[in-house]
Antibody
Framework: EVQLVESGGTLVQPGGSLRLSCVAS????????MNWVRQAPGKGLEWVAI????????HYVDSVKGRFTISRDNTKNSVYLQMNSLRVEDTAVYYC??????????WGQGTQVTVSS | DIVLTQSPDSLAVSLGERATINCESS????????????LGWYQQKPGQSPKLLIH???TRASGVPDRFSGSGSGTQFTLTISTLQAEDVAVYYC?????????FGGGTKVEIK
């Protein structure tokens, strides 16, 4: 059974930093593109970032470019999201998600990030 | 960026009746190389993470009941629930994976009338 388990979400002040982690099991995560997708309270889904199987390619939504960095460690079946210069509007549940290509097939349960003073 | 516009924002359907959700893309998501539409549909039940229902515009994901079907091509797509069940109450999203940034529609909330 495919499982994606996120961690690292917490309350952080505006301008602060946070690192989210996601551990995959039940499949070979090194064969999948890995994503982060977020959902603000009461809002829809917003794709945030994606990283290729070997980590050689990353893409971001414009609103996080220069502030967020996606990375992965295939030896640990893990993907990360380093979030710097956090803003109130980054408050959301952050989902780890994966797929063989750009299609998102599997989702984690999410981790809550709250940016507030 | 490819913008996906879903309609309606919400709909209430009686149990056993048909529910239809539309998704319009600002540009074609049909790949000429393989004639595949890079369009998926997701279901998100209250308090849960999203679940893939349909990919390639019309292919059901593993384990998805056949009352869910997808249709359309290019820029116009539809998700149909042929006979609504109580467990289908959820928000449904379309998503294009033709090009980054990947984008989602705004969502359609389906309720029981």
């Amino acid at each position: 059974e495919v499982q994606l388990v996120e961690s690292g979400g917490t309350l952080v002040q505006p301008g602060g930093s946070l690192r989210l982690s996601c551990v995959a099991s039940g499949f070979t995560s090194s064969s999948h593109w890995m994503n982060w997708v977020r959902q603000a309270p009461g809002k829809g889904l917003e794709w945030v970032a994606i990283i290729k199987q070997d980590g050689s390619e990353q893409h971001y939504v414009d609103s996080v470019k220069g502030r967020f960095t996606i990375s992965r460690d295939n030896t640990k079946n893990s993907v990360y999201l380093q979030m710097n210069s956090l803003r109130v509007e980054d408050t959301a549940v952050y989902y780890c998600a994966s797929g063989a290509g750009f299609l998102i097939e599997y989702w984690g349960q999410g981790t809550q990030v709250t940016v507030s003073s | 960026d490819i913008v996906l516009t879903q309609s309606p924002d919400s709909l209430a359907v009686s149990l056993g009746e048909r529910a239809t959700i539309n998704c319009e893309s600002s540009r074609s998501v049909l790949a000429s190389s393989n004639n595949e539409n890079f369009l998926g549909w997701y279901q998100q039940k209250p308090g849960q993470s999203p679940k893939l229902l349909i990919h390639s515009a019309h292919t059901r994901a593993s384990g998805v009941p056949d009352r869910f079907s997808g249709s359309g091509s290019g820029t116009q797509f539809t998700l149909t629930i042929s006979t609504l069940q109580a467990e289908d109450v959820a928000v449904y999203y379309c998503q294009q994976y033709y090009a980054e940034p990947l984008t989602f529609g705004g969502g359609t909330k389906v309720e029981i009338k």
